[in-house]
């Protein structure tokens, strides 16, 4: 029997919650019992503790003295603040980024094939692992490791996948579509363009004001 290492049972643990939290087992204010998941999951207390942490650190569950650990509501205004941040980090990841795409996207022409699969298949979770890799790849690309930790502070999958069930199944398709001209404009070198068209994606698909 292969025991896995800490680390791994608390990142194996933390998603396994996230799933729960976001497809509506787990609903806000539910109190997550260390002990009861450790045994449902055949593990030890010390890593779901550590997944508790963890996603104490993501805000999507609270912890109280005497209270325990139960999921916490993301609001509307808490969803729209971090695309706000996001829409501002992308846009300048990609003006930066654009030198290095310039004639070569194969990279991010094989994650939209992903998503835009995931869109075809109704699969939010699938899509919403390609379309955040997708724009990893372009933060990446701007080769700047200060921004490329912040975008990952604020860019976390819960959010998103929250996003995408307020936007519904049957949009997928029409938004990854959204972001086909994004790797038009990278690969004709035009930060400025892509800068543009990833600012406008996200504000629009999450639901933030454009002054």
């Excluded at 930066?96 to 994650?111: I, Q, R, T, W």
Aim: aromatic residues 6%; proline residues 2%; hydrophobic residues 40%.
């Amino acid at each position: 029997m292969t025991i896995l290492k800490r680390s791994s049972a608390r990142e194996h643990i933390t998603q396994i919650l996230l799933d729960r939290i976001i497809d509506g087992t787990y609903k806000p204010g539910d109190r997550l019992i260390e002990l009861q998941i450790a045994n449902e999951l055949s593990t030890s207390q010390a890593p779901v503790r550590e997944a508790f942490r963890y996603l104490e650190a993501m805000r999507v569950v609270e912890t109280e003295t005497y209270k325990g650990t139960r999921v916490r509501s993301i609001s509307a205004r808490e969803l729209e603040e971090s695309s706000q941040v996001r829409a501002a980090l992308e846009e300048l990841g990609a003006q930066l980024a654009a030198p290095h795409f310039k004639g070569n996207v194969e990279k991010l022409e094989s994650e939209s094939a992903l998503f835009m699969k995931a869109a075809e298949e109704r699969d939010v979770k699938s899509y919403s692992k390609h379309d955040i890799e997708f724009h990893r790849i372009i933060i990446t690309g701007s080769q700047n490791s200060l921004l490329l930790s912040i975008w990952e502070s604020v860019v976390l999958e819960s959010r998103f996948r929250l996003t995408l069930k307020s936007i519904g199944e049957d949009q997928l398709g029409h938004f990854g579509q959204a972001h086909l001209p994004v790797i038009d404009a990278l690969r004709n070198g035009d930060g400025k363009a892509a800068g543009k068209l990833l600012r406008n994606l996200i504000c629009k698909f999450h639901f933030v004001k454009i002054d």
